[in-house]
């Protein structure tokens, strides 16, 4: 819409209807009172100060999602240069706060009392990463270094109430207060004409969105090279919160424990490497663990291909068992749900065995220990790291524990309604399973056989996207042949395909173990649970298999389907919770879409009832 229709809606009030059913269309919720606050208090003042400016006919685009991410930018104004007449964009975050300052040292993080001095990410840097975001992940804006500017606009602060954040100065970002409001004005006019905008929105619109870098690709050139992940958000909030720990670490008697939950694709392991870059180059000593061999062999591999010192800075949680006390500045804990309740290897005497929980012995393993997780990817019995965990061990030891939770999202092509949509399939969330309806960024597929999903995924992976399959552990887990050949163990019907290799030395052209996700060649072979947990593809097959079955109006977990020993042992609760959370991990793998397939005719009928596209239907 343009300036002039913003100002006439907001007064009328048609706007915030609109935006609140949009709202609940996209994230299946009802907008909180604050953010139904945040518009009515704030576009109407925005809207005040374009048509002041004589920008009535610039494009406003109103919480404009981010390219493959679930973040809204609150505004981008869309037009042509004044000077250059070339296609000229400005994100405005709008604030409502009257007074902030900023967190001691720690120059992008303040504190607003309004908030409960919960600490948050400066306005400027927030708009500034969403400037970059927005330029990296837009094809026709990637080569145009000027074309995207940013505001933030507190428009109810004077300047004397947020002087402290005029000290964070930013070339491609501006603060604006109401005491300013004059110089905003002037501002928009250096980045704006009055000409017509639509066509430059629609240029933004209808731009194509190149996917963000695959973490494993891009490991290397963070902590080796210097290179950085852009880090949005709470994702800047957690990082810059490790980072003042480490720094105040020494001087101070009281330790600090940070934990940094959230679901997947979130970014916790891009907070990982980037701390564990930023950290290495500023002469800290970190470590980063986790325990999943999948994961963390597949870090050494590709951070040891420049430099074979690097990969020893990964290790498992078991490996601090007989650690010094504090001997670590940072101890990086990715997939922190894996922790157990004793870290007990093999090679360990029983009289050699620690008295302490792996929680603890990691709590005192560094002077600041950093706890990332997923309550929701707990797959094995046994696993029992959770927040609560965590909590208690850290107030025990006298620490102090901060929390951050990553409310963004993305993976799933940056789509919240497909992660809320497999916790309501799954049960996980109440309310039961609801129809999936189709959006931009995320593809939902269900297929009526193995062979058709096989196909449409051999399809994206010629054409440059990478495809994996995956499947519940129903199926035996054979060694390879004498010849060397892969046991086709998974058979449905006349489809038959091996699982990927067990052992971690590449056989018959199919990768190691732990390269499985990430090597090309793994397309053929199906993964499970133990190989996928904590990687991504762009397009992700699942099958369910007879070990999670809808039944009438539920799920019921068949004991006897499940080829997974270990798991099996578990409780009857704790079983059917446990192969909820494997398929939850398993169908959120996906950055651009997913096919689905059930063994069963039962289940496979529900899906299909709840998704309206067929693999069939799709080119």
Known sequence: MSARALFERCNDGALFKRLAQKYRSVLFQNPSDSERRSWENSLPALAEVLCDAGLDDVEVL???????????????????????????????????????????GADNLCLVERMGNRPALHPVAQVRRYCDYLQDFTNVLSDQEDAVAGVAYLHYAADPGVSELFRFPDAKAQL?????????????????????????????????HAPGRQLMRAAAAEIIDGGEFLLMDEQEVAARLVKRAANLSRQSDQKEVIV??????????????????????????????????????TLRHVVGTKNDRIPKLFRYFFDFTDAERNGLDVLICDESHRMRQRSVRQDTYAGHRSSRRQVEELIDAA?????????????????????????EAAHARGCIVRHVNLNSQFRCGGSRAYEYWVLRLLGLEPGGPIQWQPEENFELLVAESPQEMESYLRGQQDSGYTSRMTAGFCWSWSDPG????????????????????????????????????????????????????GFEYAWNGVIFGPDLVWRGNGWRAVRGESKDHTVKKAMPEAFDRLIRN???????RGLAGAVLYSTDPETRAMLASLVPAGVKQCP
């Open 482 to 533: 004498t010849d060397g050949s892969l046991v086709d163990d998974v058979v449905i019907d006349a489809w038959r395909r091996p699982w990927n290799l067990r052992s971690e030395q590449p056989l018959g052209g199919a990768p190691a173990s732990s390269l499985w996700a990430t090597d090309p060649s793994g397309f053929g072979q199906i993964g499970c649970i133990y190989t996928a947990q």
């Open 367 to 391: 002077r600041v220990p950093v706890f990332l997780l997923d309550e929701h990817q707990v797959v094995r019995p046994g696993e029992m790291g959770s927040v609560k965990t965590i909590d």
């Open 62 to 104: 109103v919480e404009h999602q981010l390219p493959l991410t679930s973040l809204r930018a609150d505004i981008v104004l869309a037009g042509s240069h004044p000077t250059t007449g070339s296609p000229s964009y400005v994100i405005i975050e709008l604030k409502q706060w009257s007074e902030a300052r900023l967190v001691p």
């Open 582 to 588: 494997t398929y939850k991990v398993l169908l959120t």
């Open 176 to 208: 604006f207060t109401d005491t300013s409001r004059g110089e905003l004005i002037r501002y928009l006019r250096t980045r704006l004409s009055a000409l017509d905008g639509s066509p430059e929105g629609d240029h933004l619109l209808n731009s194509p």
């Open 260 to 297: 940094i939950s959230g679901g997947p694709g979130s970014g916790k392991s891009i907070i990982a490497l980037h701390l564990m870059g930023h950290l290495l180059r500023n002469g800290r000593s970190v470590v980063h663990a986790t325990g999943s061999k999948s994961f963390t062999t």
